[in-house]
């Protein structure tokens, strides 16, 4: 295929050799396989903020850290040299956070470095070797479910523990590889400390994957992780292992449940009519 502008210089700089095809283009960054040397990977090429449709920066950014006194006052008055900088700093979450996570052992893909402003990562795949697919876009039995579950709440807890939140986890920003789910996409990573939407964020995340998989494992939507891990973590108590329950008991004198169980309600009457039709096409077998 021929080559993408953004990726012409790391094909000149000798990074990559070949842009092998398209993987994916979002609102944020298109992505392409490539190959480098023996070695098949991904290329995310970013976006300029001219051409992103993503609305809520500003949420998204509150708690990061700008790298000097300058750039600070540059972002706050929104001056061309401030957007430049606040643009930088967009693109650079992703590949800190990436670095960050893989660290502390969060199942994300690996990263080989950021060129040009283009992060090389590993291309994850499944069993056969193929592009792995989505978690949105497989059907699990319940007991995979249930597994793809508790895998998925422990990389949340062990990124609360490095102080961050996806910020938007969904079963389209997950893989399904041959060892199980790998989580993707972290340009708008939140900061768990200093956002003060960053419990509603975190609670969102839980949710969108607790839907998803509570449609071939219903009783997941009874659970209650992402309000049991926040409690942890405002105590001071959290830690990458700690043993959770799925159990809470809410405040309800402050708390609209009805608010907080939005995601799921939806989702449970949807696992309700499956199981249902599950059921009617086993007596129909018998």
């Given at each position: ?6 990726l012409?210089?790391l094909i000149?700089?000798?990074v990559?050799?070949q ?5 994916k ?8 396989v490539?190959r480098?040397g023996?070695?098949?990977?991904c ?7 001219a051409?992103?449709s993503?609305?809520?920066r ?13 750039e ?8 061309k040299?401030?957007r ?5 700093a967009?693109?650079?979450t ?36 193929f592009?792995a ?10 007991e995979?479910?249930r ?11 062990r ?11 969904s079963?389209y ?10 989580v993707?996409?972290f ?21 969108n ?13 009874d ?5 049991e ?25 402050t708390i ?10 939806d ?20």
């Open positions: 295929m021929k080559t993408p502008q953004g012409q210089a000149d700089d000798g990559i050799d842009v092998l095809r398209p993987l283009s979002g609102k944020e960054a298109a992505v392409y490539v480098s023996e070695d098949v990977r290329a995310k090429v970013y976006k300029d903020m051409q992103r993503f609305q809520q500003v949420q998204y950014q509150e708690g990061r850290k700008v790298r000097g006194s300058r600070a006052r540059a972002v706050g008055k929104a001056s040299y401030g430049k900088q606040q643009e930088t967009w693109k650079n992703e590949v800190e956070a990436l670095y960050q996570l893989r660290d502390a052992g969060v199942r994300v893909p690996e990263p080989y470095g950021y060129y040009h402003g283009v992060l090389v990562m590993e291309l994850v795949t499944d069993a056969e070797g592009s697919p989505r978690l949105g876009e497989v059907e699990l039995p319940p995979q479910a597994a793809f579950h508790q895998i998925l709440v422990r990389q949340v807890v990124m609360l523990c490095c102080g961050l939140i996806h910020g938007d986890l079963p920003n997950v893989l399904v590889g041959p060892d199980g789910p790998v993707i996409d340009p708008q990573v939140v900061s768990a400390g200093g956002n003060n939407a960053a419990r509603s964020m975190l609670l969102r995340d839980v949710n994957l607790t839907a998803y998989l509570g449609r071939f494992a219903p009783e997941l939507l659970s209650w992780y992402g309000e891990m926040w409690a942890l973590f405002e105590a001071g108590e959290l830690l990458p292992d700690s043993p959770l329950t799925g159990t809470f008991v809410h405040d309800e004198s609209d449940l009805d608010s907080v169980r939005h995601a799921i309600n989702a449970r009457e949807e696992a309700l009519i499956r199981q249902q039709g599950r059921e009617a096409a086993e007596e129909n077998e018998d």
